[in-house]
């Protein structure tokens, strides 16, 4: 992998920063990406820590000049690009009756349109590399969990673009594969601010609100939740994988999880698990 070229979105925090020292730590070159080089500190000292080097470059994807910026910058300095890993993405804790419209679309706009944006820039590189692109998606983009109705909207269009995109690209040489963590001990929780969403809090939500805090707070205890290693270590296996699959759940229990949606037909079985993460 020494001249493979790996560009990862989101991180500063995360996922993303850990797959870009696991695969810089396997040998790819890793453009290492996020939208403020302010929250760049955490990610340069891992890097030192695991004796590494990073190209580390801003960008917003969802900025059309940035994504295209940083597309040059690779074109430029390496001639190549191998895989794309799109991580970059924002959670949103809310329902509809509560909430403005504006406020779902921005979700889908980092979430999905920025996905969608990154891919389409990066699709050219990709076919000359005959190379692989990847999106962290969650079990999220499978199940429809509660008061994460325009999080869960934005995953399972990532899906949807992502299932639909596999055989295409295929045909022209570039392999894809969606990536579905279930809880994961991360920054990602705190930055959505879960433990205020305050909401909800005086209207006829707040009791369902507060179960659901209350059973995701168990959840992704470190305790309970798998490591932003853990799934770092899944990612890195796709990337090198000689016949990557169309779509990994990075544990055992996102694996159960995204189970129970598959031979449910009616949608009884989700709701039955998701009704009681409101009910307490």
């Known amino acids: 992998m020494t001249e493979s070229i790996l560009l990862v979105t989101g991180t500063s925090t995360g996922i993303g920063l850990a797959t870009a020292i696991a695969a810089a730590r ?3 070159t890793v453009v290492a990406t996020m939208r403020d080089l302010a929250k760049s ?13 990073l190209d580390v470059q801003p960008l917003d994807v969802t900025d059309p000049d940035a994504i295209e910026r940083c597309l040059a910058h690779i074109r430029s300095t390496y001639g190549r690009l ?3 890993l799109n991580n970059a993405g924002a959670g949103h804790l809310g329902t509809v009756e509560l909430e403005p419209v504006d406020d ?18 990066a699709m050219p590189l990709l076919r000359e590399s005959r190379g ?48 579905e963590p279930g809880a994961v001990s991360t920054e990602f929780v705190a930055n959505v601010g879960i433990e205020e969403s305050p909401a909800a809090y005086g209207t006829p939500y707040e ?19 798998q490591t932003a290693e853990g799934v770092a270590e899944a990612i890195v296996e ?16 996102a694996r159960r ?22 009910t307490g």
């Open 26 to 28: 396997t040998g790819f």
């Open 132 to 179: 692989r692109i990847l999106a962290v998606s969650s079990v999220g983009g499978v199940v429809g969990q509660p008061f994460n109705e325009a999080y869960c909207a934005a995953k399972f269009a990532v899906e949807g673009f992502m299932e639909s995109l596999t055989p295409v690209a295929a045909t022209v040489g570039v392999r894809a594969t969606v990536i």
């Open 82 to 84: 191998d895989a794309v």
């Open 104 to 121: 779902v679309r921005a979700v889908m706009e980092v979430n999905f349109f920025g996905v969608v944006a990154v891919t389409k820039a």
């Open 238 to 253: 796709v990337l090198t994988a000689e016949n990557p699959p169309a779509r990994v759940q990075t544990s055992d229990a």
């Open 207 to 225: 009791g369902a609100m507060r179960a659901y805090l209350a059973r995701t707070a168990a959840a992704f205890d470190p305790a309970n939740a």
């Open 257 to 278: 999880f995204a189970g129970i949606k598959l031979g449910d037909l009616d949608g009884a079985h989700v709701q039955a698990v998701t009704t009681h993460w409101v």
């Open 41 to 53: 500190d955490a990610l340069r000292a891992a890097a030192q820590s695991a004796g590494v080097d």
